[in-house]
């Protein structure tokens, strides 16, 4: 077991740690959740969440309270280095990652659980999850506790007494009252869904009785009811009605954030999200459909823990799959019954020749992925990065999908433990080349960041470092917010109007290629009526992949006009 912890361990961060440093912050989301742990880190204020003046009260902060303790302890917000604060997601998806190891020893044994925490470590999604400073990773982790927690429970029996719980209860009940700092009912909605299915489903509550721990149950509630008071009486209940009305419920009835999408999304999206174990996805869906089917009543260990992990999967896969507001992330929770059933798979084709229609489907739409995966990196590479792909990068690209091949072509001929073999490989190589090189290297969509660069080269302090008032009429992400400072004033925020946005040493930053042209025109017709001068300093011309335009960003310094 050890060994397995280990080397998991290691997998992971040898795709989790390239980029973590050299990733720009990326927008929007993570933006605007390292903004806010930057603000209540200089304020002091860990109750109220803000990003420039304006209110957050969308999520919990717990994720905020994570990332503003890893910057006291490794940094400082004057830093903006953004990898401490995606250390947190490092963390919470190595935790998800042991936990589904744990959960699956318990339900089909150390070796399926390896090969199914391998394929977590490895999937698409978490890591680039956990690549950026947000919720989903660690919200990730605490859903793994909990239905791990629930696999030793139903695994190892109920003959505990209800004042008396076993380890794995109070970390339930840990796991799901940190959950709620997280990102509010997410979790516990997932947890209620399962043991409803389950109990409707097999008439029995196979030691689930024990859950039933008052000392367990308090310790959940005493992780989250003192802030969710002291938030409650803070914002007078704003903060419930935006987070849990707007936020929350408003998804479930309309798409929310122009994040629009059909039923059947997370199904579509699922080969990729989960690549590349997502080889082992279609022989795993069919022995678990097949044993169900023969076993559905059984006491055996096996279908007790393909039924948790159906229970723990579909009710909640319906319910997104529903919901009119579609983001990629929201199976993540799924993913460790997800691995945990590819790993019992994976170790089935070890020991028979079977499923050879869907090992060979698996083994045609995993290729044709990961040929699209390289296609799209590359594509990326050649035209958002001013350095361009070089002989060398298309030599690692060529080896890649060579090793994809024959990992692919040996999964079609049953050599299930070669195919493994190549499929690592090409995983982790994968992974390193896109985080550790072509991600950081996009220049072009770096924009915040290439902003900053040319103040530096210009001799032009940052609004943060007490530089002059710096206005964005156009660029308005929240990454740049979080490289100039919440001083700056965008879009809407600059009054051209108002003589004093005309202070001579102002710096107005606007776009001269926007469609319409009818902000830049009213930028210089402004100028023009308040007689102010202005001096070009730099253009920093990039794509503002947000808003997928092309974009022109002249940085503009008002200066004192001289007679001619």
């Not at 024990?210 to 409650?232: D, E, Q, R, T």
Request: with cysteine; glycine share 8%.
């Amino acid at each position: 077991m050890r060994f397995h912890i280990l080397s998991l361990t290691l997998l992971f961060l040898a795709v989790a740690l390239p980029g973590l440093a050299s990733l720009q912050v990326i927008d929007r989301d993570e933006a605007r959740y390292a903004q806010a742990s930057i603000q209540m880190a200089e304020s002091g204020d860990l109750l109220n969440i803000r990003f420039q003046d304006e209110a957050r009260n969308k999520k919990p902060a717990g994720i905020y309270w994570l990332q503003v303790a890893a910057l006291k302890a490794l940094s400082s917000p004057e830093k903006r280095q953004i990898w401490v604060q995606r250390l947190p997601s490092v963390l919470g998806a190595l935790l998800a990652i042991l936990a589904t190891y744990w959960g699956g020893a318990k339900l089909v044994g150390r070796e399926a659980a390896f090969i199914g925490g391998a394929a977590l470590a490895l999937s698409f999604l978490l890591v680039f999850e956990a690549h950026i400073a947000k919720t989903d990773a660690v919200l990730c982790g605490l859903s793994a506790l909990c239905f791990a927690s629930l696999a030793t429970i139903r695994t190892d029996g109920g003959s505990l007494s209800l004042w008396t719980a076993r380890p794995a209860v109070w970390v339930f009940w840990a796991a799901l009252g940190v959950s709620i700092l997280i990102k509010g009912p997410v979790v516990p909605s997932l947890v209620a869904m399962t043991v409803a299915t389950l109990l409707i489903w097999e008439r029995r509550g196979y030691g689930l009785k024990v859950l039933l721990n008052i000392p367990a149950i308090s310790l959940c509630l005493l992780l989250f009811i003192p802030w969710a008071i002291a938030i409650g009486i803070e914002t007078q209940g704003a903060f419930f009605v935006e987070s849990l009305g707007n936020d929350f419920g408003g998804k479930l009835v309309r798409a929310q954030e122009s994040h629009p999408g059909p039923p059947g999304y997370h199904l579509a999206l699922l080969s990729l999200t989960l690549w590349p174990g997502s080889l082992l996805l279609f022989p795993a869906i069919a022995m678990t459909v097949q044993n169900l089917r023969r076993n559905i009543k059984s006491d055996t260990p096996i279908s007790k823990a393909l039924r948790l992990c159906v229970a723990w999967i579909i009710p909640f896969w319906i319910l997104i799959e529903l919901m009119p507001t579609k983001l990629p992330h929201y199976i993540l929770p799924l993913f460790p019954a997800l691995c945990v059933l590819i790993g019992w798979a994976g170790t089935t084709l070890l020991k028979i020749n079977g499923y050879k229609k869907t090992r060979y489907l698996g083994a045609f739409i995993f290729f044709i992925i990961s040929f699209l995966l390289l296609l799209g990196l590359s594509y990326a590479l050649t035209f958002y990065s001013s350095r361009g792909a070089d002989t060398l990068y298309f030599g690692v690209i060529a080896g890649i999908l060579t090793l994809v091949l024959f990992g692919a072509g040996c999964f079609w001929k049953n050599k299930i433990k070669l195919s493994f073999r190549y499929i690592l490989a090409a995983a982790l190589i994968t992974n390193i080349t896109a985080y550790g090189f072509v991600l950081p290297n996009l220049d072009r969509l770096q924009l915040a960041d290439r902003l900053a660069d040319s103040f530096e080269v210009n001799d032009l302090l940052l609004p943060r470092q007490g530089g002059p008032l710096v206005q964005s009429i156009n660029f308005t992400e929240p990454s740049f917010v979080y490289q100039f400072g919440k001083e700056v004033r965008l879009g809407d925020q600059v009054d051209l109007e108002n003589p004093e946005s005309w202070t001579i040493g102002h710096i107005f930053i606007v776009d001269d290629l926007e469609s319409d042209g009818a902000r830049f025109d009213a930028f210089q017709r402004a100028a023009e009526k308040q007689q102010s001068c202005l001096n070009e300093r730099d253009t920093v011309r990039g794509y503002n992949y947000s808003r997928g335009d092309a974009v022109n960003l002249g940085i503009f310094e008002v200066v004192a006009c001289t007679e001619s």
